[in-house]
Nanobody, 122 residues
Framework: QVQLVESGGGLVQAGGSLRLSCAAS????????MGWFRQAPEKQREFVGA????????YYADSVKGRFCISRDNAKNTVLLQMNSLKPEDTAVYYC???????????????WGQGTQVTVSS
């Protein structure tokens, strides 16, 4: 089992950058595929991207491709979401999630963090 805690959210102007961090507990962090999701008010949760257990593969939603970058440090049990060129439509609560399956394109995850708010002003 793994517990996830996101941090780094906040208010940023359009065009700016923000980096979210997800700290995981547990000694098997490196076994998990990690994903990021977001949910805007009155909208369904949306997949943002995922990174393989080794960190050598990533997969992104079209809406963030080229602007967002996911990385991980297995020695520190941390996964990062670097968000650049932010837009007002990126405003949402961002969640990190973990799963043991290795397919990056599936969105069924086993463990979830509590989320962190990102607000992008125009």
């Amino acid at each position: 089992q793994v517990q996830l805690v996101e941090s780094g959210g906040g208010l940023v102007q359009a065009g700016g950058s923000l980096r979210l961090s997800c700290a995981a507990s547990g000694r098997t962090f490196s076994s998990y595929t990690m994903g990021w999701f977001r949910q805007a008010p009155e909208k369904q949760r949306e997949f943002v991207g995922a990174i393989s257990w080794s960190g050598d593969m990533t997969y992104y939603a079209d809406s963030v491709k080229g602007r967002f970058c996911i990385s991980r440090d297995n020695a520190k049990n941390t996964v990062l979401l670097q968000m650049n060129s932010l837009k007002p439509e990126d405003t949402a609560v961002y969640y990190c999630a973990a799963k043991l399956t290795t397919t990056l394109t599936t969105t069924l995850y086993d463990y979830w963090g509590q989320g962190t708010q990102v607000t992008v002003s125009s």
